[in-house]
Nanobody
Framework: QVQLVESGGGLVQAGGSLRLSCAGS????????MGWFRQAPGKEREFVAA????????YYADPVKGRFTISRDNAKNTVYLQMNSLKPEDTAVYYC?????????????????WGPGTQVTVSS
């Protein structure tokens, strides 16, 4: 069993930066691949980034490549999303997710665990 809680969201101007954190509970946290998703008002939830269990492999959605960086610290049971050069279209609720299968995590299918989400608002 893994429980996830996001933090670090807020209001930022376009071009600014934010770092999201996702704290996980449970001794099995390091077994899970971790990801970030987002959902803007009126839109479906979409994949943002994923990191494998060891932190040695990452994958990004095209809209965030070169601007966002996902990382994890298994000693702290935490995964991070560093967001730079933010745009108004990045405004959304950001969710942390955990899954034992990397392919399923990236596809957003059958995710094992979700966090409750944190709001990110980018003003123009």
């Amino acid at each position: 069993q893994v429980q996830l809680v996001e933090s670090g969201g807020g209001l930022v101007q376009a071009g600014g930066s934010l770092r999201l954190s996702c704290a996980g509970s449970g001794r099995s946290f390091s077994n899970y691949h971790m990801g970030w998703f987002r959902q803007a008002p009126g839109k479906e939830r979409e994949f943002v980034a994923a990191v494998n269990w060891s932190g040695g492999g990452t994958y990004y959605a095209d809209p965030v490549k070169g601007r966002f960086t996902i990382s994890r610290d298994n000693a702290k049971n935490t995964v991070y999303l560093q967001m730079n050069s933010l745009k108004p279209e990045d405004t959304a609720v950001y969710y942390c997710a955990a899954d034992l299968t990397f392919r399923m995590l990236v596809a957003g299918q059958g995710i094992d665990y979700w966090g409750p989400g944190t709001q990110v608002t980018v003003s123009s």
